[in-house]
């Protein structure tokens, strides 16, 4: 079993930074691929970033390419999302995810490959 807590969640104005942070624990954490995603109230949820086990492979949302970064600490057992130039249209919950059945070079950009989610954290861009 994996749990997964976010942090760095928060209300900034647009062109601002924020890093997300995901903290794993209860797993073979270097067996995982990883994911973010974000939903806001009354839509989808929508695919943000994924990281394979080893960091070597992202895929990217065409609507964050070039501005948001993932990345992974497998010592530390926590993965990242650094955002910048947040726009409004960024606000939304962000959801850290899993995958524990991920070959070494898969990073999954949909949400049914995943199978332990985190409880989210909000994200607000004011304009």
């Known amino acids: 079993q994996v749990q997964l807590v976010e942090s760095g969640g928060g209300v900034v104005q647009a062109g601002d930074s924020l890093r997300l942070s995901c903290a794993a624990s209860g797993g073979m954490y270097s067996r995982l691929a990883m994911g973010w995603f974000r939903q806001v109230p009354g839509k989808e949820r929508e695919f943000v970033a994924s990281i394979n086990r080893n960091g070597r492979v992202t895929n990217y949302a065409d609507s964050v390419k070039g501005r948001f970064t993932i990345s992974r600490d497998n010592a530390k057992k926590t993965q990242y999302l650094q955002m910048n130039s947040l726009q409004p249209e960024d606000t939304a919950v962000y959801y850290c995810?899993?995958?524990?059945?991920?070959?070494?070079?898969?990073?999954?950009?949909?949400?049914?490959?995943?199978?332990?989610w985190g409880q989210g954290t909000q994200v607000t861009v004011s304009s």
């Open positions: 995810a899993a995958d524990s059945s991920a070959i070494l070079l898969r990073a999954p950009m949909t949400g049914d490959a995943y199978d332990y």
